[in-house]
Nanobody, 124 residues
Framework: QVQLVESGGELVQAGGSLRLSCAAS????????MGWFRQAPGKEREFVTT????????YYADSVKGRFTISRDNAKNTLYLQMNSLKPEDTAVYYC?????????????????WGQGTQVTVSS
């Protein structure tokens, strides 16, 4: 079992920044790939970004490329999402997810464990 707990979501003005964290416990964090997804009201959950087991390979959705940065600290069992230049369309519940293999994926169906989500609201 893997437990994931997100934090850091809040209300922020457009153009602002936030850093989300995802604390992992259970299995060995450093052995699996991680991802961030988001779900806005009335919309399907969508891919945001993903990172491989070691942190040296990442991939981003076009909508966040250049503004968001995913990173991980395997010593602290923590995943991060630095979000800059936030836009109202970034408003959503953000979820971290764990994939029990070392390589990343953009497909949410390939993730085995999910956190409960943290709300990010960007006001215009």
């Amino acid at each position: 079992q893997v437990q994931l707990v997100e934090s850091g979501g809040e209300l922020v003005q457009a153009g602002g920044s936030l850093r989300l964290s995802c604390a992992a416990s259970g299995r060995t964090f450093s052995r699996y790939a991680m991802g961030w997804f988001r779900q806005a009201p009335g919309k399907e959950r969508e891919f945001v970004t993903t990172i491989n087991w070691s942190g040296d390979s990442t991939y981003y959705a076009d909508s966040v490329k250049g503004r968001f940065t995913i990173s991980r600290d395997n010593a602290k069992n923590t995943l991060y999402l630095q979000m800059n230049s936030l836009k109202p369309e970034d408003t959503a519940v953000y979820y971290c997810a764990a994939r029990l293999v070392t390589w990343y994926s953009t497909n949410l169906n390939e993730y085995n464990y999910w956190g409960q989500g943290t709300q990010v609201t960007v006001s215009s």
